[in-house]
Structures are given as structure tokens and as C-alpha cells.
């Protein structure tokens, strides 16, 4: 804090209100990617869990062309999602 020799002032100098801020704003972006990680990992369990289920339900219709369809629809999700994951995370670094 900035003093005037007697009286001591409660405001800071302006570098001093300069590096506060930008030290807050490291802490914002810090926190920022890591909630973005988790929210990332969060999107591919859900995922993955969902392809999963659909898979096993279309394995329980024991009709080929279901659980081919279901297969192929599911490998494509899951390519997107790959790299619309890999992109997301490669922005938070």
C-alpha cells in the first residue's frame, strides 16, 4: 500500500492495483481450465457410458442390421467426440 510519510492511505499505487489484478485474473484462467477439464471429462464418461447402452440395447434386438447400424453410429460419435475433445482440450493448455 502507498504511504504519504504521516498518513498512511488505504488505496494502492497504481502498480500495485496493476499486478493485483492481474494476479486474480491468473487465479480466474487457472480455475477456468481446470472446471473445463473436468466438465471435458464429465461430456466423455457420459458419452462413452451412452454408446455403451445403446450398443448392449441393440445387441438385445439379435438383428444384424440394428446392431451393425448401432455399431457404425456409435464409432462415429465416438470420432467426433474425439476430436472435438482433443481440440477443446488443446484451447485449455
Do not use: C, W
Not at 485474473?25 to 462413452?48: C, H, P, R
Request: hydrophobic share 40%; glycine share 4%.
Amino acid at each position: 500500500m502507498a504511504t504519504t510519510g504521516k498518513n498512511e492511505t488505504p488505496f494502492p499505487t497504481a502498480d500495485e492495483a496493476v499486478e493485483r489484478i492481474r494476479e486474480l485474473n491468473e487465479k480466474l484462467i487457472a480455475a477456468a481450465k481446470q472446471s473445463g477439464n473436468v466438465s471435458l471429462d464429465a461430456y466423455e464418461k457420459t458419452l462413452k457410458d451412452m454408446l455403451a447402452f445403446s450398443q448392449k440395447a441393440a445387441g438385445a434386438t439379435q438383428l444384424d442390421f440394428v446392431q451393425a447400424v448401432t455399431q457404425a453410429h456409435s464409432t462415429y460419435i465416438s470420432d467426433i467426440s474425439k476430436a472435438f475433445t482433443t481440440a477443446a482440450r488443446e484451447a485449455l493448455k
